[in-house]
């Protein structure tokens, strides 16, 4: 079975611009959770989605938005980026809620 | 609220054992244990459920203590391998919103050296 897979893997973005970050489960997987990773702070839980519902959202401003489609696939978006949000964005699959997660490689995002 | 976990690192010999400790103040039903490699991924461990089950993977075993609301990793007979960061991620809640969150504390980075 293929793993989660992350697009784009590097990113680099200004101040104040949007970015999008795409998600493709592993294959029967419903459940996809995001994190972000910055040195020191560990994995801060951002939201889950399980069918197509966000059903968990960590505590992230409002700039912080996410879907999940049909096929289970998610984004994520961020809007009006801040230089604190550069990090490492993680998404994880499980087959369902609670169980074990699966993470992707991760997108670097950079905000300049 | 964020588990607590401990040693921040560590650093061992091949051979030798650890243990890293989560403590949550919170009332948990599972704990979650993962690996991190520098530049890679987080890998799924085990999962240990509200009972106080012991569970075994390879050379690494869990353990969780309800009553303490604390997971301890055991790592026995170190390999290079078992170097990276290791996370612990708590669920605290059965049912209700936000039951199914994963909370995970800062990590600890293991280095087991030759």
């Known amino acids: 079975k293929a793993g989660v897979t992350q697009t784009p893997r590097y990113l680099i973005k200004t101040r104040g611009q949007q970015v999008t970050l795409s998600c493709s489960p592993i294959s029967g997987h419903r459940s996809v959770s995001w994190y972000q990773q910055t040195p020191g702070q560990g994995l801060q839980f951002l939201f889950e989605y399980f069918s197509e519902t966000q059903r968990n959202k960590g505590n992230f401003p409002g700039r912080f938005s996410g879907r999940q489609f049909s096929n289970s696939r998610s984004e994520m978006n961020v809007s009006t980026l801040e230089l604190g949000d550069s990090a490492l964005y993680l998404c994880a699959s499980s087959l369902r809620q609670g169980a074990e997660q699966y993470f992707g490689p991760g997108t670097r995002l950079t905000v300049t | 609220q964020q588990p607590v976990q401990s040693p921040q690192a560590v650093i061992l010999r091949e051979g030798e054992d650890a243990v890293i400790n989560c403590s949550s103040s919170k009332a948990l039903y599972s704990v979650h244990w993962y690996r991190q490699k520098h530049g890679e991924a987080p890998v799924f461990l085990m999962i240990l459920l509200k009972g106080g089950e012991q569970k075994g993977h390879e050379k690494i075993s869990a353990s969780f203590n309800e009553k303490k609301q604390q997971s301890s990793l055991y790592l026995t007979a170190s390999q290079l391998s078992y170097s990276g960061t290791y996370f612990c991620?708590?669920?605290?809640?059965?049912?209700?919103?936000?039951?199914?969150?994963?909370?995970f504390g800062k990590g600890t980075k293991l280095s087991v050296i030759p």
């Open positions: 991620g708590t669920r605290a809640t059965y049912s209700g919103a936000g039951s199914y969150q994963l909370t």
